[in-house]
Every structure is written in C-alpha cells, then in structure tokens.
C-alpha cells in the first residue's frame, strides 16, 4: 500500500510563496504519473499541476505561470513551488498518483491565503 504525505502549507499574505511537498517511502514518482489537486472551501476537487514519468507537466489555466511541480526521485518527494499567492488559490491541497498499486492520496494541506 502507497502512503504519500503532503507538508508545507500555511497561512501566507496575497504575494506570498510557500512550497508544498508530497512524501513517499516507496520509488513511484519516478514511474508514474503525478498530480496536485486542491479542493476550495465547498468546492469540487480540482486538478492544479501533473508530471509524468517523462517529465511532461500540466497546469490548470488559474495556476499558469505562477506554480511549478518537480520531484526528486533521490527523496522520493514531490514538490509544488507556488509563488503569486491569491486569496483563491485558498484550499486543501492533495498530491495524488496512480499505479499497479491503485490510486494514492494523500490527506491534504491547508493553504489559506489571507491578509
């Protein structure tokens, strides 16, 4: 069974930056695809930012330019460096991945963007 553990969030000012990161103790996120989803406050789940194995990475439209997924495969971590905080970017943030082991989710880590 995979475990991922998400870490990072905080409160932080419209601006601001924070880096959030998703642990593993298992060497997956080099093999598979890897996703950050946040959920805002009664909202759906959405999909923030991907990377593949191959290293292709996908962003929502809203996230563009302003948040950045990696990983390292020696940590076996994976990392999303956001910076430009908005007041929406406000959410439990989730890092997600999928396998021959299934599906892995994490617990989330609250993100709350507020002056």
């Known amino acids: 069974q995979v475990q991922l553990v998400e870490s990072g969030g905080g409160l932080v000012q419209p601006g601001g930056s924070l880096r959030l990161s998703c642990a593993t103790s298992?060497?997956?996120?080099?093999?598979?695809?890897i996703n950050w989803y946040r959920q805002p406050p009664g909202k759906q789940r959405e999909m923030v930012a991907t990377?593949?194995?191959?290293?292709?990475?996908n962003y929502a439209d809203s996230v563009k330019g302003r948040f950045t997924i990696s990983r390292d495969n020696a940590k076996n971590t994976v990392y999303l460096q956001m910076n430009s905080l908005k007041s929406e970017d406000t959410a439990v943030y989730f890092c997600?991945?999928?396998?021959?082991?299934?599906?892995?989710w994490g617990r989330g880590t609250q993100v709350t963007v507020s002056s």
């Open positions: 997600n991945t999928i396998g021959t082991f299934g599906a892995a």
């Open positions: 990377k593949t194995s191959g290293g292709r990475t």
């Open positions: 298992r060497n997956i996120f080099s093999l598979n695809t």
